[in-house]
């Protein structure tokens, strides 16, 4: 487990991450050196939830075969508590996430919590909890190149391939079946 006592250690583990990583959080070198560590976590925390929504987006549509549009829609009208994310992505990816992932963001998001709800929280958590966010994304994106062909924390350029896409409307079937909910 890495740490940093430091923001510059912070820096240095980020800068050591994978080019997908990097890109994915590309504002946290400028983030660390500007703002306070609540400003970071928060960043790094909304990313994170925006991966997760990609990832659910992806797996549907690559494996699945969904029409984007429609898709990307349901996604983004989700409500997606972190229960329902592993919810859907066991039912999407036919897996839960590997128990060596979920284990390096759970402390992660007991240190968010607090910050969030204006708690008094340490630096050091802080940073900690950045860094397990950021070595959270590296297993997700190593799990789900491998299962799936496609990073979340990156770019996603090309990640469906030219397979052809459902109907709208089998689409809507399929997001339900798979646990989305749908108007």
């Given amino acids: ?3 940093a006592t430091t923001y510059i250690g912070v820096k240095k583990h980020f800068d050591a991450s994978t080019e997908a990583v990097k890109w994915y959080f590309d504002q946290l070198p400028t983030l660390l050196k500007d703002f306070p560590y609540e400003v970071c976590l928060a960043y790094v925390f909304l990313r994170t939830e925006k991966a997760q929504n990609r990832t659910l987006y992806c797996g549907v549509v690559k494996l ?5 549009v429609i898709a990307e829609s349901v996604i983004n009208k989700q409500h997606l508590t972190r229960d329902g994310f592993h919810g859907l992505y066991k039912n999407v990816f ?3 996430i590997p128990d060596t992932t979920t284990a390096k963001i759970k402390q992660a998001e007991k240190i968010r919590d607090r910050v969030v709800h204006g708690k008094a929280v340490k630096h050091a958590d802080m940073r ?3 860094l397990d966010v950021i070595e959270y994304a590296e297993l997700m994106n190593k799990d789900l190149k ?6 979340p924390f990156g770019n996603l350029r090309g990640f469906k391939g030219r397979a052809q896409s459902l109907e709208k409307e089998t ?12 108007a």
């Fill in 1 to 3: 487990m890495a740490t």
């Fill in 64 to 68: 699945h075969g969904a029409h984007t």
């Fill in 94 to 96: 036919a897996r839960k």
């Fill in 128 to 130: 900690q909890a950045i």
């Fill in 146 to 151: 491998t299962y799936a062909g496609f990073e």
């Fill in 171 to 182: 689409t809507r079937w399929l997001l339900k079946g798979l646990g989305f909910a749908i």
